[in-house]
Structures are given as structure tokens and as C-alpha cells.
């Protein structure tokens, strides 16, 4: 016999769990649930589901493999070669805690993953939201190919369709947020104050200005290291460069502005690693969000300062092959709305925080040796 139990959701409404058990010699050979919004569905279902699997042979078939889908996703996690990020991980966790997780794969379909993103989005943006479903479609490409449980692709597909004419999941808005000089001075006053009081914090004015000039994440500025650097270049080899496809591995030359490659050339040598930024890149963006928030600067992200760095490379007449050529993006598709900014000169022309990060004597003193070597 089956049973109902309410259960009370996060967003405060009422889901009706419905559970069929059926037990022979004292040992559980078929358990089975699903949850509704109504009593009544739920209801509805146990009926419906009982006199399904009172027929011959409906028990076994019934229990073929057909795995929750949040045991899926702990094997995508588990079974992946390649590296999973941090916010990916993230949005797959918030998915297995969902009911949906709770679901046979069999069971999910097109409708129910519709529900999941409008369950989503009661406080989530739709950019939001298509971020999560595009990770569980993850799971959808590979687990009837890879592994042979019913789970379809069809289904995903469907529901995107959906989702896209509802207006349920968008994609992600491009963040048009440059910093004006005056915010960047304050936030050199503050990095510089802070160094000054204590001399082991991060040397957040070089990794800054490397993120201006660059076009470097900041994870990317805290793996290279001093081996990869080509003076003579003035490139650096940019180990796992961020890619949508790949990550791990994905390892390419990407060249140095000047400004760039001075910021390098000014940084001690003498770290144990052999990196040239050996500090945490979680550490670096949160440093970043702080000075931010208590200097009152609004929406500025640490991110911003590489559109910035793009935006100055268009401004200064720079071609997209050749901004791409720094930045290494190897579609230039992302880098074309950066064709709209006209030649208008350098916004960084006599920016005195270049001389104070990297003065020129020593760096002209580092070039020197570092060839001479």
C-alpha cells in the first residue's frame, strides 16, 4: 500500500510526497515516490501507479536501472576527467537539494525540468537560472550514451524551448561597467594604504593594474610563473586558460602590452613557487570586493578592469586579431563589441600609479639583466 506525506518546501508552499513500498519475506523489492502540488495528484498517482505494478512483471521492469537524478549528478562529478568549477559545483548541489533531485530519471521530462527553473526563478535572474540548467543539461548529453539509464536529452531540449518563450531562462547580460580614473585612484590610495600599515598583503595596486593591462583573469595572473615568461616576446604562457570548452590544459601564448609586461618585470623574484603573483585568487576578488564596498565605489567587480583593458587596446586603434592576441580568446565573436568604441587615444596616457607600481629605472634594470641572462 502506498502513503502520503506533506512536506513543507522552502518557499513556505505545501509538496505532497506519495510513497509505494512493497515488501516480500520482510525485505523491501520496490520503493518508489513522487511528489505534487495538489493531495489530490498525489492521490491520483498512488492509484494509478498501484494497479500499473500489480500486473505480471511490472516490479521488474520497474526496477531496471533507473537512478534519482542526484545520484546522476554525483556520478558526473565523480566519473569527469576534466576540472568542475567552483560555481558549476555550486549550481549542481543547489539542483540535487531541489525535489527534482529526488526523481527517477525516467520520470523527468520536459515539464518537470520547466517547473524546476520557474521554481528557480522566484529569486534568481533568468541569466541566473539558464546558468543551471545549462549544468544539468550536462548530465542529460552523456547519461544514455555514457551509461545507459533513462534519462533524455529530448527532454532538456524540449524544455528549453519553453523556458526560452516564457521567458523563464535568458542568457547572461554583457556588463558594460568601466572604472573612471577617480575610482581608480581611490582604489590606489587604499591598496597603497593598507600596504603600507602591513607589508604582507596582497600587492593589490600590480595585480590591478595587471588586470588593466593584461586582459588576465585574476586566477590567470596567479599561475603564471617566471619560466613561462619570453622578455624578448613580451608574451607569457598562460597555463589553463579559461575556455568553454576546455580548461585543463588548454595552455597558450598570449602577448604583453608594454604596460604589462613592466608590471612583471617590476615583481620580486625570490618566491618559493616560481610564480610571479603567488597569492590566492579567491583572496585577490574578495581583497578587491572589500576595497570596493568600503570605499562606496557602486557595482564595480575586479572583472570590469579587463573590459576596461579591452576597451582601452579598441580605443588606442588596436585591431580585434590583435586584442585577441592578448587577451586569447580564440573567437573573436566576444571581442567584436569592442569595435564600437572609436580611436579617441589613451585614457592611461601619464597615469602616474604605472610609475609607482612599476618604476622605470628598476624595470629598465630587469629587462637588462633578464636579456643579458
Given at each position: 500500500?502506498?502513503?502520503?506525506?506533506?512536506?513543507?518546501?522552502?518557499?513556505?508552499?505545501?509538496?505532497?510526497?506519495?510513497?509505494?513500498?512493497?515488501?516480500?519475506?520482510?525485505?523491501?523489492?520496490?520503493?518508489?515516490?513522487?511528489?505534487?502540488?495538489?493531495?489530490?495528484?498525489?492521490?491520483?498517482?498512488?492509484?494509478?501507479?498501484?494497479?500499473?505494478?500489480?500486473?505480471?512483471?511490472?516490479?521488474?521492469?520497474?526496477?531496471?536501472?533507473?537512478?534519482?537524478?542526484?545520484?546522476?549528478?554525483?556520478?558526473?562529478?565523480?566519473?569527469?576527467?576534466?576540472?568542475?568549477?567552483?560555481?558549476?559545483?555550486?549550481?549542481?548541489?543547489?539542483?540535487?537539494?531541489?525535489?527534482?533531485?529526488?526523481?527517477?530519471?525516467?520520470?523527468?521530462?520536459?515539464?518537470?525540468?520547466?517547473?524546476?527553473?520557474?521554481?528557480?526563478?522566484?529569486?534568481?535572474?533568468?541569466?541566473?537560472?539558464?546558468?543551471?540548467?545549462?549544468?544539468?543539461?550536462?548530465?542529460?548529453?552523456?547519461?544514455?550514451?555514457?551509461?545507459?539509464?533513462?534519462?533524455?536529452?529530448?527532454?532538456?531540449?524540449?524544455?528549453?524551448?519553453?523556458?526560452?518563450?516564457?521567458?523563464?531562462?535568458?542568457?547572461?547580460?554583457?556588463?558594460?561597467?568601466?572604472?573612471?580614473?577617480?575610482?581608480?585612484?581611490?582604489?590606489?590610495?587604499?591598496?597603497?594604504?593598507?600596504?603600507?600599515?602591513?607589508?604582507?598583503?596582497?600587492?593589490m595596486r600590480a595585480i590591478s593594474a595587471m588586470t588593466i593591462f593584461s586582459l588576465r583573469r585574476d586566477d590567470e595572473i596567479c599561475r603564471i610563473v617566471w619560466k613561462d615568461l619570453d622578455v624578448e616576446g613580451s608574451r607569457v604562457m598562460v597555463r589553463d586558460l579559461k575556455h568553454p570548452g576546455e580548461k585543463i590544459g588548454n595552455d597558450q601564448w598570449c602577448d604583453l602590452t608594454p604596460e604589462a609586461l613592466r608590471i612583471v618585470l617590476a615583481q620580486p623574484r625570490n618566491t618559493a613557487d616560481g610564480r610571479i603573483f603567488p597569492y590566492n585568487a579567491k583572496s585577490v576578488s574578495s581583497a578587491f570586493t572589500r576595497a570596493v564596498a568600503f570605499l562606496g565605489i557602486d557595482d564595480l567587480h575586479l572583472n570590469d578592469l579587463r573590459h576596461e583593458g579591452a576597451s582601452r587596446l579598441s580605443e588606442l586603434g588596436w585591431s580585434v586579431q590583435r586584442v585577441a592576441a592578448v587577451s586569447g580568446h580564440r573567437s573573436w565573436n566576444t571581442l567584436k563589441r569592442y569595435t564600437q568604441f572609436r580611436q579617441v587615444g589613451d585614457k592611461f596616457a601619464n597615469w602616474k600609479w604605472l610609475d609607482v607600481i612599476a618604476p622605470p629605472v628598476a624595470v629598465a634594470t630587469e629587462t637588462e639583466s633578464t636579456v643579458a641572462a
Open positions: 500500500m502506498g502513503s502520503i506525506v506533506p512536506r513543507k518546501r522552502r518557499d513556505g508552499s505545501i509538496g505532497y510526497t506519495a510513497q509505494i513500498r512493497i515488501t516480500k519475506s520482510g525485505k523491501t523489492i520496490h520503493n518508489e515516490t513522487e511528489t505534487f502540488d495538489r493531495e489530490q495528484a498525489a492521490k491520483a498517482w498512488l492509484k494509478k501507479r498501484e494497479t500499473e505494478l500489480a500486473k505480471p512483471g511490472a516490479i521488474e521492469a520497474a526496477n531496471q536501472d533507473d537512478p534519482l537524478l542526484k545520484d546522476l549528478i554525483d556520478r558526473y562529478v565523480r566519473e569527469s576527467r576534466k576540472a568542475i568549477g567552483r560555481t558549476k559545483i555550486q549550481c549542481l548541489n543547489t539542483l540535487k537539494a531541489d525535489e527534482i533531485g529526488e526523481m527517477r530519471a525516467s520520470k523527468v521530462d520536459s515539464a518537470t525540468i520547466t517547473a524546476l527553473a520557474q521554481r528557480l526563478g522566484k529569486d534568481k535572474l533568468p541569466q541566473t537560472v539558464g546558468n543551471y540548467i545549462s549544468h544539468l543539461a550536462s548530465i542529460f548529453t552523456i547519461a544514455r550514451p555514457a551509461w545507459n539509464v533513462p534519462l533524455e536529452k529530448q527532454a532538456m531540449d524540449d524544455a528549453r524551448v519553453v523556458m526560452h518563450r516564457l521567458g523563464a531562462v535568458s542568457r547572461s547580460r554583457k556588463r558594460d561597467r568601466r572604472p573612471t580614473l577617480e575610482e581608480l585612484d581611490q582604489l590606489m590610495e587604499h591598496f597603497g594604504k593598507l600596504r603600507a600599515n602591513r607589508g604582507d598583503t596582497i600587492p
